[in-house]
């Protein structure tokens, strides 16, 4: 209800049938165009209808993008930019909208589209995944793979481009499959800027070919989504006790280290338990058995506080710590076995040494040799 006591929905119906909107005509934009401006990028460009008469009007444009993420926006611009994967096309519309007081009239949609970019089926990449790494020198390193298309001949060469916000590169590092198909591709180095918030990567395939013409594809990262964090540092684990106290540094990042959560992975190697506790932060104490021997590994990703979780880290290399008592006795007892076996057979040795000195000093006296023959053999035949 208003002031006057009229529903206010009908108030809008009385304001849209007055004489000031009526026989007022919303005419489309005009020379409405779409323009490839750069890999998956596309330059949404329109003009004001001439003819259009705004009578103290406000003028104002609804973008609707139809493929292929559908969106829709308005603007009071004549122009805007989008990204998107084009290799399946784009098509997007647009319409006037004219603002009196408190009402809104549209015109026509004029709608355009991009053709799909050619290529023959099924000839395009799969499977395409993409990870970040950040350097020990601050840099982002790129490493991407893929598989080639089920309908791409033996002689398909495969090439990878990244776009990452004006800047476009090509892939300089390529590994190859059985047939020399590229099927993987690592940048060292990137452009790519370590501390940005849900940037978007732009990663291009394209291919040639003699036999078939290679359809190039597309696809769209979230930056923060593909960083492989990496492992927590200067991990120090110390006993005092039965308490098991850990300490480690946050992972090379341009990030604070209340950005990071970790994993901390325990196996009690005496009874074989396994335990892998969420931890938020850098350092930990743990009641354990002081009876036994575990081994303790680390890794570390983004929380989302920060930014959008991307990958795990690596595990750190595994830490022992404690002392496993029955163990200890067991081993104990094998090394007082290998000891006592030792010293017998080196006991033996030296036996048989010595016998074998006495036999060269005192030598056995030789029976004497029959020089003469037996004039009588008994070797005969009795008859």
């Not at 993409?130 to 495969?158: F, M």
């Not at 090439?159 to 590229?182: A, I, M, Q």
């Not at 163990?327 to 036996?351: E, F, G, K, Q």
Request: charge should be neutral; include cysteine.
């Amino acid at each position: 209800m208003n002031a006057s006591g009229m529903p206010v929905f009908l108030l809008l119906l009385w304001t849209a049938n007055t004489p000031q909107g009526a026989g007022v005509q919303v005419l489309p934009p005009v020379n409405f165009t779409l323009t490839v401006s750069a890999l998956a990028q596309v330059l949404l460009h329109w003009e004001p209808n001439p003819a259009q008469e705004q009578n103290n009007s406000t003028i104002r444009y609804d973008v609707k993008i139809l493929s292929p993420v559908p969106e829709e926006y308005d603007t009071e611009r004549t122009r805007s930019v989008r990204t998107a994967a084009l290799h399946n096309g784009f098509c997007a519309r647009v319409r006037t909208l004219l603002l009196q007081e408190h009402l809104q009239m549209s015109s026509p949609w004029l709608e355009r589209n991009l053709p799909p970019l050619p290529g023959a089926p099924e000839t395009s990449v799969t499977n395409l995944s993409c990870v970040t790494h950040v350097t020990i020198s601050g840099n982002v390193s790129l490493r991407c793979t893929w598989l080639p298309g089920q309908g791409a001949p033996e002689d398909t060469k495969y090439f990878l481009f990244y776009r990452y916000e004006t800047h476009t590169e090509e892939c300089p590092t390529y590994t190859k499959d059985k047939w020399g198909r590229n099927t993987e591709c690592r940048f060292s180095s990137t452009q790519i800027k370590p501390g940005e918030i849900d940037s978007l990567i732009v990663i291009h395939i394209n291919g040639s070919s003699k036999r078939a013409a290679i359809k190039p594809f597309q696809q769209l990262f979230n930056q923060n989504a593909i960083e492989k964090v990496n492992i927590p540092r200067n991990i120090s684990i110390s006993l005092e006790q039965n308490d098991l106290l850990a300490m480690w540094e946050k992972p090379i990042s341009p990030f604070h280290e209340e950005c990071f959560e970790y994993e901390f992975y325990l196996i009690n190697l005496k009874s074989g338990n396994k335990q892998i506790l969420k931890i938020s932060s850098n350092s930990f104490q743990l009641r354990i058995d002081g009876s036994s021997r575990y081994s303790i590994r680390i890794r570390a990703n983004h929380n989302h506080i920060c930014r959008a979780r991307g990958f795990w880290s690596d595990w750190s290399e595994i830490i022992y710590v404690g002392q496993n008592k029955l163990d200890n006795s067991i081993a104990w007892i094998v090394t007082l076995l290998c000891v006592s076996t030792s010293c017998t057979l080196l006991l033996v040795a030296i036996i048989c040494q010595i016998n074998h000195v006495w036999s060269k000093l005192f030598p056995p006296i030789p029976a004497p040799s029959n020089k003469f023959r037996d004039p009588f053999p008994i070797d005969y035949e009795v008859k």
